[in-house]
């Protein structure tokens, strides 16, 4: 079970949203880049980081210090935020980025999801952000009228090397993971599934390893660390366990 800290980066800050409402954010001391060092310190080998800013417009704002991180640290680096033409993915790429998340501009136009999968094999996470069963857009501002399951099938032979599934009344809330949906989601899937969403202590990180499902490959970890809920020498172990 692979274990993804998180970083989101909002105005070169270390942020948590709740619910990803921008207005309902706490900003943290630490620098994205000091935090992926800690993380590193603590033997983390996989990070998730989102570009907050870069959801805000559509642009790869911060890719100097994504630039910095990945070549300070050797980690491997799933990013989100924005990612809504091959231009930005390339520069991921080129930045040594391991994987490069579509969300909205992929469910918007499955064809854009198609052709990337195409020219950056191996290379591309769907990011399904779902709220009661439907999929939600546009820094989760919009419903997609698009049922989340009824989407993955749709695109399952697209190409896909992973996905990300985050229930959205569950994030920044602490109220564990959606595990009950996030399986259906695995089971679904053509590719492995990284929980995402509301993770509180880590008995919910027991608890995803417990599930014993061959296709979830991970979980993603973020306000319950910045919080202190979860203290990240606990974390590491259960990486390593």
């Keep these: 079970m692979k274990i993804f800290p998180a970083i989101d980066i909002k105005d070169k ?3 948590r949203l709740v619910k990803g409402d921008f207005e309902n ?4 001391e630490m620098s994205p880049v000091d935090q992926a060092g800690k993380y590193k ?3 983390f080998k996989n990070l998730h980081i989102v570009d907050l800013d870069g959801a805000l417009t559509g642009e790869t704002v911060n890719l100097d210090i ?10 491997k680096i799933e990013i ?4 809504r033409n091959f231009e930005s993915i390339k520069k991921y790429n080129d930045a ?10 992929a469910i918007k136009d499955k064809n854009f999801l198609k052709q990337a999968c195409k020219n950056f094999p191996n290379k591309i996470a769907l990011g399904l952000d779902a709220k009661d069963g ?9 419903n997609s009228n698009q049922l989340t399951l009824d989407y993955l099938r749709e695109v399952n032979e697209y190409g896909a090397s992973r996905i990300i599934y985050t229930d959205i009344n569950r994030d920044g809330m602490k109220q564990s993971p959606n595990f009950e949906e996030t399986i259906k989601v695995a089971d679904t899937s053509n590719c492995p599934v990284i929980i995402s969403g509301g993770v509180s202590s880590i008995d919910d990180i027991k608890k995803a390893k417990e599930l014993n499902n061959k296709n979830i490959e991970g979980i993603i970890v973020g306000k319950a660390i910045y919080d202190g809920d979860i203290k990240l020498d606990e974390l590491a172990k259960e990486v390593n366990a």
């Design 66 to 75: 994504i630039e910095e991180i990945v070549s300070k640290f050797d980690l």
């Design 25 to 28: 954010k706490t900003e943290y």
């Design 41 to 43: 310190d603590f033997g």
């Design 96 to 105: 040594g980025i391991e994987k490069v998340i579509l969300g909205s501009a």
């Design 13 to 15: 800050k270390c942020v």
């Design 80 to 83: 989100g935020g924005g990612i």
């Design 134 to 142: 439907y999929l939600s857009v546009s820094g989760w501002k919009e």
